[in-house]
Structure formats: C-alpha cells, structure tokens
C-alpha cells in the first residue's frame, strides 16, 4: 500500500515555482521522504531526499514539515522540461535492513508546465 | 551518480516467444537489482528483487516462471519473458543498488510490445 498521498495532476507556468505536496501522515521515525521524477518514456531519476531538515540541491528544494506527516518539493523557476511525473515516496533508506528497503511508488503527481 | 543500462530499450516480439531483457550498472557493482513493469498511464509496478548469486523474490500476483529473473553477476541481470502474450506488453524498468550505500539507481527503461 502506498504510504503517500498526491494530488494527481498539478499546472505551474514556465519560470515560476512549483510546490508540489504530499502527505505521509504515518511516516515513521526511522523513514526518509524521497522525490524521483519520470520524464515520459524514460526511467525514474532521483531528485532530493531528507529525514526532517528542510534539503536543497541544484535541482530542487524539499520542506518538511516539522511533524513529518507532510512535505512539499520545490522547483524554483521551473521550465518545460520539468514537464514530468513527480512520485513522493518514503522508504526506509537503511544499510542494515537492506530487506525491507524497497522504492515503491504510488500514483505520483503529473506536473505539467506551460508557456 | 551510478549508471545503470538496458537492452534493447525497444523490443517486439511474436505471441508465444520469449523475450530477454538484459539490465548492467555500468560503474558500481549492483548487489541487488529490482524489476518494475509499467502499464501505460499508471506507475511502476515492484515485480521482484533478485540478489547476486541468490533466487529472485516475486512481489505478490507475479508469475515466477513466467518472468524468469537471473542475476549471476554483480554488473548484471537479465529478465526473461517466457511465452510472452500481448498482455505483457508493457514498459519493463531495472533499478540496481550497489554494496555500498542504499541508493538505487534506475535504467532507462525497455518497451516490450508483443503482436
């Protein structure tokens, strides 16, 4: 079963921010919140990742909540090429219990961005 | 970051043949490979998780000999689909996560359409 909530589809013009949500309302302690995008017809790629600070890279920003239970990605000046399906996951993300630590994804949120 | 592979990235077939789709990581050694099948329209779906040198471990509702997963090396699996049938046409996508870390890593992806 999923353990997080999307809303399926998002629209952000070209250049502005996009804020993407998602709720992970039974996250637990030792749980991380991962974004992976899908580009159409291509495979999953890794965008940001964090356990309760809030996280930035070259690519995004990610802000969570400090309950844990929600979390918004960021994409500050997003183009077209972000054009894509975001997938909100929380996984273990541990060296030592490797058998439980598997990427499922949920429906995602498919952000289209417009000129 | 790591980079994994697949071949072919498309591939048809005739119903009832069989179909091998190979996956590498190209610069780490992968101790763990998982297989995801995506329908169109939906998201990827875990088929299995196969260790290096150990049998595969099917999610539930998946066929283990009809989706023959071989993983004899650190740089490689393979899926093959046996008999294949147009309802197994689908996009097939590897994941690898190396010995060191938790990170996994995805292949671009192989579009498998069975006629």
């Not at chain 1, 929600?70 to 058998?99: G, K, M, Q």
Request: glycine fraction near 6%; charge should be neutral; include cysteine.
């Amino acid at each position: 079963d999923a353990k997080t909530t999307q809303p399926p589809s998002m629209d952000c013009a070209e250049g502005r921010a996009a804020n993407l949500p998602c709720n992970h309302s039974t996250i637990s302690g030792n749980e991380y919140v991962y974004w992976y995008r899908q580009i159409h017809s291509q495979g999953p790629q890794y965008i940001i990742h964090g356990l309760k600070n809030n996280e930035t890279n070259e690519m995004a920003s990610l802000i969570i909540t400090e309950d844990r239970k929600s979390s918004t990605l960021i994409l500050p000046h997003a183009t077209l090429r972000d054009t894509a399906v975001y997938y909100c996951i929380v996984r273990v993300a541990s060296l030592v219990e490797t058998s439980y630590d598997k990427v499922i994804f949920g429906p995602g949120t498919s952000l289209s961005v417009i000129p | 970051g790591a980079v994994v592979s697949q071949h072919p990235s498309r591939v048809i077939c005739k119903s009832g043949t069989s179909v091998k789709i190979e996956c590498r990581s190209l610069d780490f050694q992968a101790t763990t490979m998982f297989w995801y099948r995506q329908f169109p329209k939906q998201s990827l779906m875990l088929m299995a998780t196969s260790n290096e040198g150990s049998k595969a471990t099917y999610e539930q509702g998946v066929e283990k000999d009809k989706f023959l997963i071989n993983h004899a090396s650190l740089t490689l699996s393979t899926l093959t689909v046996t008999s294949a049938h147009p309802e197994d046409s689908s996009f097939y996508i590897c994941s690898a996560r190396g010995s060191v870390g938790y990170e996994q890593f995805f292949g671009p992806g192989t579009r498998l359409t069975v006629l």
